[in-house]
């Protein structure tokens, strides 16, 4: 099993910044992406964006440009920097930890962006 703890949500006014981390520990070995996905109340859970270990990374066209995805392996953490935030990007955002044949969820951390 991996354990996934994510820190950093909170409420923000729009156009301000919030930095999400996740801390992967327990089963670490044979984890290949990682990333966030957010959802918002009344939708489906969507992706954010992920990162390989190899550093390659994919963002959904809503946040390119305002949001970076970052990992260090060897801390086994994920970070998300988030700018220029909108209202529309108030959601319970979720760190996500992909191995080949499972994936493991954190509990979720509320962003909230006042407008």
Not at 99 to 106: E, F, L, P
């Amino acid at each position: 099993q991996v354990q996934l703890v994510e820190s950093g949500g909170g409420l923000v006014q729009a156009g301000g910044s919030l930095r999400l981390s996740c801390a992967a520990s327990g089963s670490i070995l044979g984890i290949n992406a990682m990333g966030w996905y957010r959802q918002a109340p009344g939708k489906p859970r969507e992706l954010v964006a992920t990162i390989t270990r190899d550093g390659s990374t994919n963002y959904a066209d809503s946040v390119k440009g305002r949001f970076t995805i970052s990992r260090d392996n060897a801390e086994n953490t994920v970070c998300l920097q988030m700018n220029s935030l909108k209202p529309e990007d108030t959601a319970v955002y979720y760190c996500n930890a992909a191995k080949t044949w499972d994936n493991y969820w954190g509990q979720g951390t509320q962003v909230t962006v006042s407008s």
